[in-house]
């Protein structure tokens, strides 16, 4: 079964309109919360008048800050031990009590007996602002002086951190060309499809809470329950069902679970909210968000030397809860795949008025891969070499693995040269390479990228995470039960929304355990049935998930094995494991089956002190990350007359490990490339800079790309399998986003290179791209 | 005040009395309990509430309940017949065309409508009737793939079923 196509077992309801997302979900009795939000960036809360909403049909309750202090204890998980060497982290409360930071930030909420009855209501709150400066561009914010955007904190400086990697001065004296550019990673929405959405079921006097959540971390999600209403985390269950994905946007509690928990908690009725559109791209967590300034030194013959990068990050109001790994991930990725002498990194978080970044699928890896694939371009094209060349004669070789990279991360296992060399032969490089020197004569501009990139997955090992992560070590659970007559129950700590686990995690566990696909149940989502994890992002789902499946599944084994031997009347080392069967070396037509071994593990006549049943319980801490890699190349032509990008071809070969299910594999790298076309192309999250209000509020203002924009790929893979787990397993959850914006914007930047155009900010709109080209013709 | 709408619904006859600013889409799930009708904007942008509407593919937040009096609704329950998907639901998860399954009713629906229309359409033909869609998984890849299988699965005599290696369950 492992490296299969097997069709998704989660398919059949969804296809059929019979999944169970968190609106679908009723509760007797149940409410809903609308959420009154700030219509300021930045200001004095001078007064909150509910009078006349209150007289408004159907409602039930209205609370504000002052209402819930009793009732959440502290703010949100952004501690300070997340952040090392932190400056001015302010604590979030889930709603604003005197001072609102950005616009949509929660003031008040609203509970009503009907769905629209409650937005009527809302909209009839009155709230009294005192405005304050807006802080929105985040480079002054970070000057000294700057306005503040927090009234009462020093400055605007989250943190201010080096990455030293080797003797970055010395690698830059040696250099025969230096290329100094600016990467700007403009903030983008995560977008799932489904918003979020809660529901908050608090039962008077039991004191039990369960919640509806739509999150990709549902055991997290409780503890932070436990922490904010002060409810024994054994009274809390929560449970996140069917989820419209989420792309990173829904890893972390937000500050409507504790307004939904606390204001169920409060007026003692189920709340149901949901977030609309307009709202989630105000209130759900955005992507990037990022300035990158680097510095690359290269020898005449393409040697790369030496890599600068600063950091500027945009952490909005609030330092995101994941907010300050990604900028570490984007610095400690920063070498790529190519061995730099020395790599110096700095980053500089910075609070401005605007909603929090947190992760977006990549979380650092697309900012890192972006930057230095933009960097060995911006090198190649000063040395007048090919792209391609410049990056076969900078990777490091197979049997230099495990490679250190200059900022001291250990790659597990990498073949770089193979996934360029069929990238080149799929895209038939050396002809297109002739083919654009044609058009170009014609007075066409047709561009050749490539984006070589390695990222970092399976987060993560507690070594190396514990650090950045508040000491939390990233472990994953499962438990792996085989019932009396040989079904198998297969409980997780992750959460699937989108990515088959139900189908992946059974294949493994039938070829590990020997039994049939159709009796594996994997249970996902629900806290009260499945082990603590930290869920699901990341893209650790199977290389920390699944291997500690792989690991509960070998325990299992091994004690089917003394059962086995018990009943065979042999030693246990004389007993051979083969295909579901266990049977005594040389004698395999005389076999127990995995089905009649659980059977008799729940009878008597076992081994002497042996306990009954057959179940294994692993939390799996790695070793060390896992590396997938790859080389994507897009070839695009660009209109000069109108600014227009057209993708010819989309070509991806990646490498992430061994492969479970190649169909799945392909459908995440499709998807995360279209995120990364989308990042490349069209999105752009944009506040007005004098308000601070969100320009880009609705999607008639903010496109994501449409089915006509997102070409067709082809897809090829090498294996080359993790040393560092049993499944020798990578993960490829994020891969395509990660190294297709390089592509784009390296193909586009391609094409226009006859204009002297060298670099090319995202997105590459028609109207940028037109006015660079207008300047450029000048 | 509220107003008395009665529809047909997946071949059912219902009758309510609703407020007149009800979206249809809301009709479908909070009154009719079909939840399989989802809503992932609140400008018409992305697709996920297209229902047919006498055939026709409508974005059911576009329409108040009370507009959909007399008219006959297919919803993504009325797709598949006597315990058998519906070709193009096949062809979706034949060809892996939905992930987090969020948009996937919508596209299904839109797809229907497209193939009534146009049994046979090109790629470029598929890309341009989906485009009231939207998709955040799949890169669409998939999706065109589901919906030219779908085609052919549908077209009669020369259509051949799609290799199942698996199914499972």
Known sequence: ?778 | MKHKVSTTVNGRRHEHEVEPRLLLVHYLRDNLGLTGTHIGCDTSQCGACTILVDGKAVKSCTMFAVQAEGKSLTTIEGMAKDGQLHPIQQAFWDEHGLQCGYCTPGFIMAAAYLLEQNPNPTEDEIRKGLEGNLCRCTGYVNIVKAVQTAARTMGGAEAKPAERARAGR
């Open chain 1, 1 to 778: 079964m492992i490296g299969a196509k097997i069709h998704r077992r989660e398919d059949p309801k969804l296809v059929t309109g019979h999944g169970t997302y968190v609106d679908d979900i009723q509760q007797t009795g149940m409410v809903y919360m609308s959420v009154v939000r700030s219509a300021q960036a930045h200001a004095k809360i001078k007064s909150i008048d509910i009078t006349e909403a209150s007289k408004s049909p159907g409602v039930v309750a209205i609370y504000a800050a002052r209402d819930f202090k009793g009732v959440i204890n502290g703010g949100l998980p952004v501690t300070e031990s997340l952040i090392a060497d932190k400056k001015y982290v302010p604590n979030q409360f889930p709603i604003a009590e005197t001072e609102v930071v950005y616009f949509g930030e929660p003031v008040a909420v609203v509970l009503a007996d009907e769905r629209y009855q409650a937005s009527d209501a809302a909209e009839k709150v009155q709230v009294d602002y005192d405005p304050l400066p807006v802080v929105v561009d985040f480079e002054k914010a970070m000057q000294k002086g700057s306005q503040k955007s927090h009234s009462d904190g020093p400055d605007n400086i989250a943190w201010d951190v080096e990455f030293p990697g080797g003797d970055i001065e010395a690698a830059f004296k040696e250099a025969d060309v230096v290329v100094k550019e600016r990467i700007i990673q403009q903030r983008v929405f995560p977008l799932s499809m489904e918003p979020r959405t809660v529901i908050a079921n608090f039962v008077p006097f039991t004191n039990q809470l369960t919640m509806w959540s739509s999150t990709q971390v549902p055991h997290f999600v409780r503890i932070f329950m436990c922490f904010g209403l002060g409810v024994p985390e054994s009274q809390i269950r929560v449970i996140a069902p069917d989820v419209g994905g989420g792309f990173g946007s829904k890893l972390r509690p937000y500050p409507e679970e504790y307004l939904a928990a606390a204001a169920s908690k409060l007026s003692g009725r189920p709340v149901k909210w949901v977030e609309g559109r307009t709202e989630n791209l105000q209130a759900t967590t955005h992507g990037r968000g990022h300035i990158f300034d680097i510095e690359v030194a290269a020898k005449k013959d393409g040697t790369l030397l030496g890599l600068k990068v600063t950091n500027l990050s945009d952490n909005g109001a609030y330092v995101g809860v994941f907010g300050a790994l990604q900028s570490a991930l984007a610095l400690l990725l920063a070498p790529g795949c190519y061995k730099w002498k020395a790599v110096h990194g700095r980053t500089v978080g910075i609070l401005t008025n605007k909603m929090s970044t947190d992760p977006y699928r990549g979380a650092g890896r697309p900012e890192a891969a972006h930057l230095v694939e933009r960097a060995v371009d911006l090198a190649a094209h000063e040395l007048k070499m090919d792209p391609a060349d410049v990056r076969l004669k900078n990777f490091p070789a197979e049997n230099e693995f495990p490679f250190t990279n200059a900022l001291g991360m250990v790659y597990d296992s990498g073949a770089y040269a193979k996934t360029l060399e069929k990238a080149k032969s799929l895209v038939g490089y050396d002809e297109l390479r002739k083919r654009q020197a044609e058009l170009r004569k014609k007075g066409r501009y047709m561009g050749i990228g490539w984006s070589t990139y390695v990222e970092i997955c399976g987060v993560g090992p507690s070594a190396a995470t514990a650090h950045v992560s508040g000491n939390l070590s990233l472990v994953e659970s499962s438990v792996v039960r085989v019932h009396p007559t040989g079904s198998v129950t297969v409980a997780v700590g992750t959460h699937s929304h989108g990515q088959g686990h139900e189908t992946t995690f059974a294949q493994i566990v039938a070829d590990t355990l020997g039994v049939p696909y159709e009796v594996v149940e994997v249970h996902h989502g629900d806290t009260g049935d499945t082990p603590f994890g930290y869920g699901t992002y990341g893209s650790r789902s199977l290389a920390v998930g699944g291997v500690s499946i792989y690991k509960s599944c070998q325990k299992v084994v091994d004690k089917a094995k003394k059962i086995a031997a018990h009943a065979l009347e042999a030693a246990e080392e004389d007993v051979v494991f083969d295909q579901g069967r266990f049977h005594v070396k040389g004698s395999p037509d005389k076999a127990k089956t995995m089905g009649e071994i659980a059977f008799a593990a729940h009878l008597p006549g076992l081994p002497e002190g042996m306990e009954a049943g057959l179940e294994a319980v692993t939390y799996f801490d790695p070793p060390n990350f896992t590396w997938p890699f790859g080389a994507h190349v897009c070839v695009t032509e660009v209109d000069p007359e109108t600014g227009a990008v057209e993708i010819q071809k989309y070509v991806a070969v990646d490498d992430c490990g061994n492969v479970i299910n190649p169909m799945i594999v392909d459908g995440q790298v499709h998807g995360g490339v279209a995120q990364g076309i989308g990042q490349a192309l069209f999105e752009e999250v944009q506040y007005a800079e004098d308000t601070g209000q969100l320009k880009t509020g609705t999607l008639l203002d903010y496109s994501i790309p449409g089915i006509g924009e997102i070409p067709s790929m082809d897809l090829d893979r090498t294996v080359t399998p993790s040393p560092t787990n049993d499944l020798g397993v990578k993960g490829v959850g994020e891969a395509g986003t990660i190294a297709a914006s390089a592509a784009v914007i390296n193909s586009i930047v391609d094409a226009l290179s006859p204009f002297g155009i060298k670099h090319v900010d995202m997105p590459a709109s028609p109207d940028r791209l037109w006015k660079q080209i207008q300047e450029a013709r000048k």
